[in-house]
């Protein structure tokens, strides 16, 4: 029995790292920007028509290539314009179970990140930043913010997270009221 052929197509991504936001085009099956990123058998992503810009400086583009490689694993955060570009439901959100959603904010050492985590049952930081095999974590209706330069925002319908580069992970329904 043969597998059926993959169906490729294009998705727009606005990807960040430490230093540089890359806005172009990524390659992706049925699975999505989430399949492509948590794809443990390459350490590495192709964006096409790739403009460049320095985080701290978006609006001046630094350059633009066909085609750019980047380490997956040097990438803080994927952003796509459309929840479905990220990929099918059953995906994203880790199954079938009942969701709950959990209004966060995620730290890193570059940005801040806040948004939707649909998670199925309780919250658990522990199984969110080390079960499986998965490092990029999607969360909706997410807000990205540079540190050092809070003008520097980033709207979007959804986002993965790498969970190696987090510092903190809050429920904002814990944050106490002053």
């Avoid at 790292?17 to 990524?26: E, F, I, L, Q």
């Avoid at 380490?71 to 955060?77: A, D, G, T």
């Avoid at 059953?90 to 890193?108: C, F, L, W």
Wanted: proline letters at 4%; charged letters at 25%.
């Amino acid at each position: 029995m043969e597998n059926a052929p993959r169906t490729h197509r294009f998705v727009p991504a606005d990807i960040l790292t430490s230093g540089y936001r890359v806005v172009g085009k990524v390659m992706v099956t049925t699975t999505g920007i989430t399949g492509l990123m948590n794809d443990t058998t390459r350490s590495f992503m192709e964006v096409q028509d790739a403009k460049m810009a320095k985080y701290h400086m978006p609006t001046k583009l630094v350059d633009h290539y066909e085609m750019i490689r980047l380490v997956k694993e040097q990438v803080f955060v994927v952003c796509a314009a459309r929840r479905e570009d990220l990929g099918p439901t059953s995906m994203t959100r880790g199954g079938y179970a009942n969701i709950i959603e959990y209004n966060i904010r995620v730290t890193t050492q570059v940005y801040e990140l806040e948004g939707i985590l649909e998670w199925p049952g309780r919250f658990e930081f522990t199984a969110i930043m080390s079960d499986g095999t998965r490092d990029f974590v999607p969360i909706f209706d997410a807000t990205l913010t540079a540190i050092l330069i809070p003008n520097v925002k980033v709207q979007s319908a959804g986002m993965l997270f790498n969970r190696k580069h987090v510092d903190l992970l809050a429920m904002k329904n814990q944050r106490v009221k002053a």
